[in-house]
């Protein structure tokens, strides 16, 4: 659905995005993913021909994003972060317009901001000022925006900007609903719900792709593989001495020493579960112990050990798409 390659963006005097090549099949929900600053509007915006690149090349469902633009423009439903909406129109009027804007039939296009408003649950507003709705209800008229086309790809510039935990939770349940039937590149903050819905996840920093993968995999490849919170009753420097002795742990990388209680956070090897030797080692010592708990890590844990990484350190050892 979407192959870029060597896609690049300039400004004067900086690089927005430098060279980075990657592939979206179709069927796919892929998250795309960085810190603020990172180039992720931008290369969103290179991708649907909302802003032209500086140099690389970029297919969208086999469309050229520089020789066929409007083909790729009819092919894609795009919702940028902040939503553009006309405040003095109603829901309906709002979508009409914007269906014949994208060349929707004037037969078609009752039916199509019917589906629209229907999968976004915008019967009960349809009639009401844009203006007048809360934020929760205008990025639902922006995804009603983006679908009312019946786009292959939906492009999603943190779509979940702004909601409540209610309103997010809703959005995530929509967007694996749509996921059926469209490919789907989404971009936001909140990892949690891209390790839940997206099936893989992108990551660039500074304007360089730093990995292109599963979940799960990064996860798995990441320098910090896991931890282990460990609470005994023996002084810190005594707990920290034989603790970094058992086979399986890396390091020590949080301590904290409360009255006669010791309170450890030890970072594993991949695949590695020290919670048996260090149980052994406490009955083994007589130690008293009061906590001993796996933490797993998460895709927000590969993320910051990805950004924080030298470039090179990464294009060493992350897993990327061949480009």
């Avoid at 915006?45 to 802003?51: E, P, Q």
């Avoid at 020789?67 to 940028?80: A, D, K, L, N, T």
């Avoid at 707990?239 to 949080?254: D, N, P, Q, S, T």
Wanted: charged share 30%.
């Amino acid at each position: 659905m979407i192959e870029a390659r060597h896609l690049t963006k300039r400004y004067a005097g900086r690089t927005a995005v430098d060279s980075i090549s990657f592939d979206v099949g179709k069927g796919e929900i892929v998250g795309f993913l960085g810190p603020n600053g990172a180039g992720k509007s931008t290369t969103l915006r290179m991708l649907t021909c909302f802003l032209s690149a500086t140099g690389g090349t970029a297919k969208v469902a086999g469309y050229d994003i520089y020789e066929e633009s409007i083909e790729v423009r009819r092919r894609v439903g795009y919702m940028p972060e902040n939503v553009p909406l006309y405040h003095d129109m109603r829901v309906d009027e709002y979508l009409r317009f914007r269906a014949r804007l994208k060349g929707v039939g004037v037969r078609e296009t009752r039916n199509a901001v019917g589906e629209a408003m229907d999968v976004c649950s915008l019967r009960e507003v349809e009639r009401k000022m844009i203006g007048t709705l809360s934020k929760g209800y205008r990025q639902r008229v922006g995804l009603a925006d983006a679908l009312v086309n019946k786009p292959e790809l939906l492009v999603l510039d943190e779509p979940t900007n702004g909601l409540d935990p209610n309103q997010i939770r809703h959005a995530r349940e929509l967007i694996q609903h749509l996921g059926e039937r469209h490919t789907i590149l989404i971009s936001t903050h909140i990892l949690s719900e891209v390790e839940m819905i997206c099936g893989r996840v992108i990551i660039i920093d500074r304007g360089v792709l730093r990995a292109s993968d599963t979940p799960g995999n990064l996860i798995r490849h990441m320098h910090a593989a896991g931890s282990v919170v460990l609470e005994i009753g023996v002084p810190a420097k005594k707990a920290r001495e034989a603790v970094k002795a058992v086979e399986g742990v890396e390091e020590i990388v949080e301590e904290r020493e409360e009255g006669s209680w010791t309170r450890l956070v030890v970072s594993t090897e991949a695949d590695v579960d020290v919670r048996e030797d260090l149980y052994a080692l406490c009955a083994k010592n007589e130690w008293k112990l009061r906590e001993i708990n796996r933490r797993s890590a998460s895709l927000e844990d590969a993320f910051v050990d990805l950004v924080h990484q030298p470039v090179e350190a990464v294009e060493k050892d992350t897993p990327r798409d061949a480009a």
